[in-house]
């Protein structure tokens, strides 16, 4: 394998791995690396700090700074790709001859160049980021916010096609291989992460949690689902706990005493507010590939309770509770306050999640498409 060299583009600095996208950057790399590849890492940076974690699993780490320019948002290529534009990156693909995966849409800029024709060229998609943009448009309410999401939209959907020049394209659900082959070769590779093991304990929990970005428009709805049309209407306890919760989350929750946020929450404090919890409570209101929170809370917790978008196609619908309405999600809580969590659930846990969401197993997969002749 020391051969074997390969660059990937990652739409933001891939570590510290504490949230949805760079979760799978990072896992990756790792399962990737621990295989034998040698990786050429290229990162855009904002908001985050360089790692020196990434260049123990790396061969070469290169940095390029997002261009966060107004002038940015009126080009006809989607902000997120226009944004992530660097010459030095063309010139760094360039200076070995291996091939490049390009870490979702975003990272696309230099998909097809003609400088790069020499290079295989892969995209991992995380999602179908137009289904996901215009979703978050329609539940957006400020004026300037969802006018900005649409138009997005609108330049990612006639940007997609783009994708047709790539040697393949890496899924990240089933749903999503099927939308991704009208466009080019596509491939289901699931999700990594970092768990190996099923941790969850036995018995019963003290409350119910909910964990994400709350940064992100979905999360923060998916929050705000759970406060006003389900815990208010209950005296269970409720955990809302990720990174920065807005003002208007926070005022949300301040008439319950049984409900409460922790904010920013680092690895092992969420890790065992997790452990610690009774329910797993997961709505999402898109249906776009798989929450990687879907998998961390069956790794580690202990009833998950979902709605039909967070398990459609994923194959764990069988390891959750699913509900829809309100009504049902209320009902739910109420059957499961006081149902221990049983050794054959946790069982049932081992049998399926270590079996089907191995990292090793999906890096081995994705090896054999880029280099097929090995």
């Known amino acids: 394998m020391k051969d074997k060299h390969l660059h990937i583009v990652a739409l933001n600095i891939p570590f510290p791995a504490n949230y949805g996208g760079?979760?799978?950057?990072?896992?990756?790399?790792?399962?990737?690396?621990?295989?034998?590849?040698?990786?050429?890492?290229?990162?855009?940076?904002?908001?985050?700090?360089?790692?020196?974690?990434?260049?123990?699993?790396c061969h070469t780490v290169h940095y390029y700074q997002r261009k966060m320019k107004w002038i940015n948002l009126i080009s006809k290529i989607p902000f997120i790709v226009k944004s992530r534009t660097s010459s030095q990156l063309l010139t760094n693909l360039q200076s070995h001859n291996a091939p490049i995966l390009f870490e979702g849409l975003h990272s696309c800029a230099y998909l097809n160049n003609p400088l790069l024709q020499n290079n295989k060229q892969f995209v991992r998609t995380h999602n179908i980021e137009a289904d996901y943009y215009i979703a978050l448009?329609?539940?957006?309410?400020?004026?300037?916010?969802?006018?900005?999401?649409?138009?997005?939209?609108?330049?990612?959907?006639?940007?997609?096609?783009?994708?047709?020049?790539?040697?393949?394209?890496?899924?990240?659900?089933?749903?999503?291989?099927?939308?991704?082959?009208?466009?080019?070769?596509?491939?289901?590779?699931k999700a990594f992460h970092p768990d190996t093991e099923i941790t969850s304990l036995e018995g019963i929990g003290e409350y119910a949690i909910y964990h994400g970005n709350l940064s992100v428009t979905e999360n923060e709805n998916a929050a705000f689902f759970l406060i006003q049309k389900v815990f208010s209407k209950i005296d269970y306890p409720l955990v809302i706990t990720g990174y920065a919760p807005s003002k208007k989350l926070r005022q949300i929750v301040k008439p319950y005493n049984h409900i409460r946020i922790v904010e920013n929450p680092e690895g092992a404090i969420l890790e065992r507010m997790l452990k610690n919890a009774h329910l797993q409570v997961l709505p999402?209101?898109?249906?776009?590939?798989?929450?990687?929170?879907?998998?961390?809370?069956?790794?580690?917790?202990?009833?998950?309770?979902?709605?039909?978008?967070?398990?459609?196609?994923?194959?764990?619908?069988?390891?959750?509770?699913?509900v829809d309405t309100p009504e049902e999600w209320i009902m739910k809580i109420k059957e499961l306050e006081d149902t221990p969590f049983s050794i054959d659930e946790i069982q049932a846990r081992?049998?399926?999640?270590?079996?089907?969401?191995?990292?090793?197993?999906?890096?081995?997969?994705?090896?054999?498409?880029?280099?097929?002749?090995?």
Request: aromatic share 10%.
């Open 22 to 57: 760079v979760i799978d950057i990072y896992y990756k790399i790792k399962a990737l690396s621990e295989l034998g590849i040698q990786i050429h890492l290229h990162c855009f940076q904002y908001g985050r700090a360089k790692s020196e974690n990434l260049n123990n699993l």
């Open 137 to 189: 448009a329609k539940s957006e309410n400020q004026f300037f916010d969802k006018l900005y999401l649409f138009s997005e939209y609108l330049k990612i959907k006639h940007f997609e096609k783009k994708l047709e020049s790539a040697s393949a394209i890496l899924s990240i659900s089933k749903k999503d291989q099927q939308h991704f082959k009208t466009i080019s070769n596509s491939y289901y590779i």
């Open 284 to 322: 999402t209101l898109q249906d776009t590939g798989i929450k990687l929170k879907l998998l961390k809370s069956l790794h580690e917790g202990r009833h998950c309770i979902v709605n039909g978008l967070m398990v459609n196609e994923t194959g764990l619908e069988s390891l959750c509770h699913i």
């Open 350 to 374: 081992k049998n399926l999640m270590l079996a089907e969401f191995n990292s090793k197993t999906e890096a081995e997969k994705i090896i054999q498409i880029i280099y097929p002749q090995d």
